[in-house]
């Protein structure tokens, strides 16, 4: 092998080296750049005759153009490997399955609370929103509850601050309060018919929300939900208040054959009160007594504090639970699993 061939030989393999472009640039500087060995051989040109350098120059140049092409090829080939590592790179595989977002849904006892909103609503009843902090003259006085009364212990209740030493604030144990709350606001707007001795429209309100007690176990919850009914009106009755939850019940559970039955209790807001139990005539709880809420007549002291003649105005309230009416209506036997956040259980509701 002559002197050239070996050079095209040994830039052909510097080439086959170079991993990459960069690498190839410095190679092809060895042979092709200014001080490279084309280059130097060329300026030896120089010192030879005529006839030699024809014959040189054509052997130098084909040499150098033999090197060029092993060049180009060199870099055609480094830019097709590094075209197919990209493709690889950026692959999409149009087979895998697409990421979905997941499914929400309402909670289990929110949709409990819209179904009673509605079927109430359709009643004519308004629906009220109140503080879930409450003042011992909403929670207990107002109310009829006197200071000795057991619900007022601090073992019952949770305490915050605010309010006064003697009536401090508190996370409030029932919805009641909100007979009062709604009552005054809807007195003070008829202010002008009732000072007149014009007839006042009749409070007729549903106010659902969360409650506090210190309790908990499979039906108790120290966090749990209330619902509270109010009517109140010139002759408003217990056959008003009969009529009214029985429908609401037979609605609520699509059971036209649901039986309600009202069992003589004691709460100090009302009187006389009553307990509702209700009873299913199909299905797993058939012919079992379940109490679903507390109500009776306004007693006339709440009337008062009310704002209104209790010579003059009567009416009825009752408070439920929607978290026992859910549990009755989708059969959950504990509590506890509608506020454990496990999505396993509530997606079951969507
Ligand atoms: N507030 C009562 C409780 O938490 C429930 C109740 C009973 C509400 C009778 C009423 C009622 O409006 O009339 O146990």
Request: glycine share 8%; with cysteine; charged share 25%.
């Amino acid at each position: 092998m002559n002197e050239l061939d070996a050079l095209v030989e040994s830039a052909r393999a510097g080439f086959v080296q170079a991993a990459t472009p960069a690498d190839l640039e410095n190679a092809k500087a060895q042979y092709l750049g200014k001080s490279g060995r084309i280059t130097e051989l060329m300026k030896g040109l120089g010192a030879l005759s005529v006839e030699e350098k024809k014959t040189r120059g054509a052997a130098i140049n084909q040499a150098k153009q033999a090197i060029e092409g092993a060049l180009t090829e060199r870099r055609q080939a480094l830019a097709d490997a590094e075209l197919q590592a990209q493709l690889k790179a950026e692959a999409l595989d149009v087979t895998l399955p697409g990421r979905q977002r997941g499914q929400g849904g309402l909670h289990p006892v929110s949709l409990t609370l819209e179904r009673i909103e509605a079927i109430f609503g359709s009643m004519g009843f308004e629906v009220a929103d109140g503080p879930e902090i409450e003042s011992d003259w909403f929670n207990f006085t107002a109310l009829n509850t006197p200071e000795d009364h057991p619900a007022r212990s601090m073992h019952d209740t949770f305490y915050v601050e605010g309010g006064s030493e003697k009536a401090p604030n508190l996370l409030r144990t029932h919805t009641s309060p909100m007979q009062i709350r709604h009552a005054v606001q809807h007195v003070k707007r008829h202010r002008a018919d009732l000072d007149a001795g014009r007839p006042m429209p009749e409070i007729r309100v549903i106010a659902p929300g969360r409650t506090y007690r210190v309790d908990s176990d499979a039906t108790h919850s120290p966090m749990f939900h209330q619902c509270e009914g109010l009517w109140v009106g010139e002759n408003v009755s217990f056959k008003d208040l009969k009529y009214v939850f029985t429908d609401f019940c037979r609605t609520f559970f699509e059971s036209d054959d649901l039986v309600l039955r009202f069992r003589p209790s004691f709460f100090p807001f009302t009187e006389p009160s009553a307990e509702i139990d209700i009873q299913f005539q199909h299905g797993p709880l058939a012919g079992r007594w379940l109490e679903v809420a507390g109500s009776g007549q306004v007693h006339p002291n709440v009337v008062r504090n009310m704002g209104l003649d209790p010579e003059r105005y009567i009416g009825f309230a009752f408070g439920m639970g929607p978290d026992r009416l859910t549990m009755l209506r989708y059969g959950v036997n504990d509590l506890r699993l509608f506020f454990d956040g496990d999505v396993r259980f509530l997606a079951q509701f969507r």
